[in-house]
T-cell receptor, first 112, second 112 residues
């Protein structure tokens, strides 16, 4: 079975550019989570969806961040405009139930 | 301040040794999860514990949930180099996905 698939695996871009991260959850899972991981702050929940509906976006750092889930098999996390402090590894996870069970391998984002 | 504290932060041991890592909080959790994360990959769920005092075994790994559901431990017997990684605990304070938080992790290195 395919796990959670994230793309791209690596993204390097200049400050001010728009960044779009993509996630395909495991088929049949009803929850999708976006996390950010840094050495300083560890794993932080940004937003999660239940049945494609955003439930809690209180972890989204500011208005530059937005996330969508147009259908059960696809989600995006967008940063516009990007800043160097957004550099981190971004993970998507999906699950049956409210605790994240399966993580993707992440997108390593570097903003120059 | 972290809602979940993990200790030790770093641990380096020789193959064949036993070890215990800890996850502590002042809050009560409805469930607690342990994950292992290897470099360049997402966290992998190892176990979920839900009952105070519960003990679960996964081959050489033994997980215990404290009686008061505020703490947990992970014991590894006869550690192997393949056990190397970042061990994360995470807790849910309710059953609806709210307030699900990760600890900062214990980075384990098992030397051959």
């Amino acid at each position: 079975d395919a796990g959670v698939i994230q793309s791209p695996r690596h993204e390097v871009t200049e400050m001010g550019q728009e960044v779009t991260l993509r996630c395909k959850p495991i088929s049949g899972h009803d929850y999708l989570f976006w996390y950010r991981q840094t050495m300083m702050r560890g794993l932080e929940l940004l937003i999660y969806f239940n049945n494609n509906v955003p439930i809690d976006d209180s972890g989204m750092p500011e208005d530059r961040f937005s996330a969508k889930m147009p259908n059960a098999s696809f989600s995006t996390l967008k940063i516009q405009p990007s800043e160097p402090r957004d550099s981190a590894v971004y993970f998507c996870a999906s699950s049956l139930g409210a605790q994240p069970q399966h993580f993707g391998d992440g997108t390593r984002l570097s903003i120059l | 301040t972290q809602l979940l504290e993990q200790s030790p932060q770093f641990l380096s041991i020789q193959e064949g040794e036993n070890l215990t890592v800890y996850c502590n909080s002042s809050s009560v959790f409805s469930s607690l999860q342990w994950y292992r994360q290897e470099p360049g990959e997402g966290p992998v769920l190892l176990v979920t514990v839900v009952t105070g005092g519960e003990v679960k075994k996964l081959k050489r790994l033994t997980f215990q949930f404290g009686d008061a559901r505020k703490d947990s431990s992970l014991h590894i017997t006869a550690a192997q180099p393949g056990d190397t990684g970042l061990y994360l605990c995470a807790g849910a304070r309710d059953n609806y996905g709210q307030n699900f938080v990760f600890g900062p992790g214990t980075r384990l290195s098992v030397l051959p």
